[in-house]
């Protein structure tokens, strides 16, 4: 999610739904000081492996709404938006606290919907998705992520 937030902010910021390449490398690195130029690039390069942009000529434009996509005050991003992760570990994380259920108990309803519904033929991303949406948990930022590895499996 701190990807997500890290990408959607200089898109806030700025009231525009593309921006140049050098645009989001200024606001992350000297207008927020949140990281040095070669940062800025990777934060960049990971927004595209997992979905959350697409580069068109000299352009960059998000793949999901960044309207929905709340920046808490202060919000500074960590380490973890170097990290390649794990879209559906997030989502499980995501379902487990916002609905307030143990994260085993999560898996096992994925796991749940996948067996019982689909008879094993439904991917734990897509039975993930379904949980999600049972519990009105927000997952569209997730959904290129998801697909990708859906995809590349």
């Known amino acids: 999610m701190s990807l997500s937030i890290t990408i959607a902010a200089p898109f806030r910021h700025s009231h525009r739904d593309q921006l140049k390449k050098n645009e989001i490398v200024y606001y992350l690195s000297f207008k927020q000081h949140w990281m040095n130029i070669e940062q800025a690039n990777q934060v960049i390069s990971r927004a595209v492996e997992e979905g959350l942009v697409r580069i068109e000529g000299d352009m960059i434009s998000p793949l999901f709404d960044v309207s929905r996509i709340e920046i808490p005050l202060g919000f500074k991003p960590g380490a973890s938006v170097f990290q390649r992760s794990n879209p559906l570990d997030d989502l499980v994380q995501r379902i487990s ?23 094993g033929n439904l991917s734990s991303e897509a039975a993930a998705v379904i949980l999600a949406k049972r519990h009105k948990v927000e997952y569209q930022d997730l959904l290129p992520a998801l697909r990708e590895r859906i995809l590349s499996s």
């Not at 606290?97 to 008879?119: C, H, L, M, Y």
């Open 97 to 119: 606290e916002r609905a307030g259920i143990p994260k085993g108990t999560v898996v096992s309803e994925i796991n749940s919907i996948v067996q019982d519904r689909f008879q």
